[in-house]
């Protein structure tokens, strides 16, 4: 005996979705609206509702202007997924640098299937005998870590918005950022510096300081992170912010990011770019090295 078949209006959705994805999965290219409505013959306005729930569940990511390229959460499905086993191959040699110049503990992380939290890919521990420690396959929450929130602060907007509310903003210090205004203020000033320095959020007297990793796309994929006692990061924020900027660059240009033009706006003549998010302090930066506003 045949099975019943599906109700014909569900099973066509149903298809609709894996061609889909299978399309951009297959491709690895972007597409837009209109080419996408070309090659699966569809219309757009019955098009446009399913990938806007594939966008907003992680599955797609949209770019800056508009197209749709494979997202983070169809990427995690399955723990043996091309982008957790290949990027830290591509990225380690890059972070056994950092770790070299900075002599501090260096990470790299990527976002969870449900955006809520990272989960790290790979590590370099500091040898100083104080240090941060992580383990490789960890998760921790993304509003509370400088990875995190790298991360939230290049991801495209409708994405970010729809994971900024699903969070669960658990304070784990005084120091963490628990209203969704003033996440949202650190964020854009992590866009316009390109880098995160966090003071103290997830665990006391230590500090992690992290830029976004793109891939050819521009998508952020991943982050890359220095952590370690806020006694040592916060000092040399400056400088480590640096370091850590150019080796997620050179990671990115590793996964092919070639980018036409700057992705933030410059910063204020005497930041350098770099600046020290503070938490309980909504849209507040204070310049690394000087500590103004502390």
Same mark, same amino acid.
């Given at each position: ?145 400088? @990875?995190?929130? +790298? #991360?939230? $602060?290049?991801?495209?907007?409708? *994405? !970010? ?6 969070? &669960?903003? =658990? ?7 628990? @209203?969704?205004? +003033? #996440?949202? $203020?650190?964020?854009?000033?992590? *866009? !316009? ?6 003071? &103290?959020? =997830? ?92």
């Amino acid at each position: 005996m045949r099975s019943p078949r599906p109700a014909g209006p569900a099973h066509r959705a149903t298809a609709r979705v894996l061609e889909i994805l299978e399309l951009v999965a297959a491709s690895g290219e972007a597409f837009a609206l209109k080419e996408l409505s070309l090659r699966l013959e569809t219309p757009k306005s019955s098009l446009l509702p399913l990938l806007r729930t594939l966008t907003s569940r992680g599955y797609l990511e949209q770019g800056r202007t508009g197209e749709y390229r494979i997202g983070p959460r169809a990427l995690e499905l399955g723990s043996g997924s091309p982008a957790r086993r290949e990027l830290p191959a591509v990225a380690r040699a890059t972070l056994v640098d950092l770790n070299r110049r900075t002599q501090e503990t260096v990470f790299l992380a990527m976002p969870t299937g449900d955006g809520t939290a990272v989960v790290y890919l790979d590590k370099i521990e500091s040898e100083q005998i104080i240090r941060y420690a992580v383990g490789v396959g960890d998760q921790r929450p993304m509003h509370a870590t400088a @990875s995190g929130k +790298a #991360l939230l $602060a290049f991801m495209p907007a409708e *994405r !970010r918005e729809a994971i900024l509310r699903s969070l &669960d903003l =658990i304070r784990y210090t005084e120091r963490t950022v628990t @209203s969704l205004p +003033a #996440l949202r $203020a650190q964020l854009e000033e992590i *866009r !316009r510096t390109g880098v995160c320095v966090n003071v &103290d959020e =997830i665990v006391a007297g230590a500090s992690g300081i992290a830029a976004p990793i793109h891939d050819r796309h521009g998508v952020v994929v991943a982050s890359c992170t220095v952590g370690g006692p806020t006694s040592r990061v916060r000092p040399r924020a400056r400088r480590i912010a640096v370091e850590v900027k150019a080796a997620a660059r050179a990671i990115s240009e590793l996964l092919g990011y070639r980018p036409e033009r700057p992705t933030v706006p410059p910063a204020p003549a005497g930041s350098n770019g770099i600046a020290v998010l503070v938490s309980g302090t909504p849209g507040r930066a204070v310049d690394a090295a000087r500590g103004r506003g502390r």
